[in-house]
């Protein structure tokens, strides 16, 4: 795949780029949770403020986006000043007479924060009036925001059409280390879980031509249980996944979990680990059993190229975090070196975290629903002119 990254632009000197980024972050009381986001994207930032470019950013912000104050993306725009160690200006607005005057105000090598692009209806639209307006305000728009690529907005789509565009360095590294997977060295295993098989089904179709092994956990787990004829107790199931699961009981290359850890209560109750046929009506699956980490951990020490999306159970509750933090522990310890290891997913990122050994995976997505996409083959409104 060839990307037009923006190191290929020519003459960026005092020019005045609009970068668009995802700085999607949790907020607490206008307090960032969590920035690994903002500073995956500092190599961009820096990299165009070193031609001296007039640099206008603008993000979304879902949190809270019925608030305005809470989804107010000027507590993005402080955050990045700090790791910057120099001012970005903020306007509360996308377009308009507000932001078109900030933006003559600008000198070379200043930051002006936009508004959450989410706040302008024109912006989930696709709107190309919307897009018109935010590419006036610049020379050329670099996209720096893969997790949003898979989305038709107007500041991902339509403002191509007005203005060269590029791939930002971040997004031209999501997409050379996600090429990796689609010719994987093997044998490859992909990891499995979180909650929601639909978002899945393509790429698991995909990955399980390409994969010496899928490894399953979490509530998607539940279904494959069930479609295999166990009980799953009151666990999370869903009769559509359980149909796809049917179709697929049979393949030797998916491994389900043979025990897991059950409670008669989400947030706690009785806790104790039951192998998978000794599941009663009353327990709820909330995460995979020591016999299932020993027998996933074996696979994955056998992988050349690892891919891992969904965590294997409740992993926020102390009591049901052991099973996701142990497969991140595996994933890191075998990636760099050993084999070629790739995490994403927020709540898979964030266990990942939990473990301080991200550092040794070889690359940690900022994405979940666009990594799925990308990997399974469908066309990003985001990527195209800027990759192909």
């Known amino acids: 795949m060839r990307i037009k990254s923006i190191r290929q632009a020519k003459n960026l000197n005092n020019k005045t780029a609009f970068l668009r980024v995802d700085f999607n972050v949790p907020l607490e009381n206008g307090l960032i949770k969590e920035d690994y986001k903002i500073v995956a994207s500092l190599l961009t930032i820096r990299f165009l403020l070193r031609y001296n470019c007039r640099l206008i950013i603008a993000t979304h912000l879902t949190q809270s986006l019925n608030n305005k104050k809470k989804a107010s993306a000027k507590f993005i725009a402080s955050r990045l000043s700090q790791l910057l160690g120099k001012e970005v200006k903020f306007v509360p607005d996308c ?24 706040f302008n209806k024109g912006e989930e639209k696709n709107d190309k009036k919307f897009a018109k307006q935010l590419a006036d305000l610049a020379d050329l728009y670099v996209n720096d925001a893969f997790a949003v690529c898979h989305r038709n907005h107007a500041s991902v789509s339509a403002i191509k059409k007005y203005l060269p565009a590029y791939a930002g360095l971040l997004l031209e590294k999501e997409i050379i280390n996600l090429n990796k997977i689609n010719k994987p060295k093997q044998p490859l295993v992909f990891i499995v879980g979180g909650i929601k098989i639909e978002t899945k089904i393509k790429l698991i179709k995909k990955l399980l031509k390409k994969s010496y092994r899928l490894l399953v956990g979490g509530a998607i787990a539940n279904n494959f249980i069930v479609a ?40 706690g109750g009785k806790v104790v680990a039951k192998n998978i046929g000794e599941i009663d ?40 975090k052991h099973g996701t933090l142990a ?24 266990a990942l975290k939990m473990t ?10 900022t ?22």
């Open 281 to 320: 009506k009353k327990d709820i699956i909330l995460d995979i059993g020591p016999k299932t980490i020993k027998l996933y951990a074996g696979f994955i020490k056998q992988a050349n190229t690892i891919i891992w999306n969904g965590p294997m159970g409740c992993f926020e509750n102390e009591h049901f």
């Open 356 to 365: 301080k050994m991200a550092e040794y995976v070889d690359w940690v997505s």
């Open 95 to 118: 377009v308009g007479k507000l932001v078109i005057d900030a933006v003559a105000k600008l000198k070379a090598g200043e930051i002006l924060f936009l508004e959450n692009l989410r």
């Open 367 to 388: 994405c979940g629903g666009a990594m799925l996409a990308y990997l399974s083959g469908e066309k990003l409104p985001g990527l195209k002119n800027i990759a192909s």
């Open 228 to 267: 295999n004829g166990f009980s799953a107790g009151r666990s999370v199931v869903d009769q559509d996944s359980i149909k796809f699961a049917t179709k697929l009981k049979n393949s030797d290359k998916i491994i389900l979990p043979i025990d897991a850890i059950v409670s008669n209560k989400k947030d």
């Open 327 to 350: 497969i991140a522990r595996i994933v890191a310890s075998r990636s760099t070196g050993k084999a070629f290891g790739v995490v994403g997913g927020g709540e898979t990122v964030e």
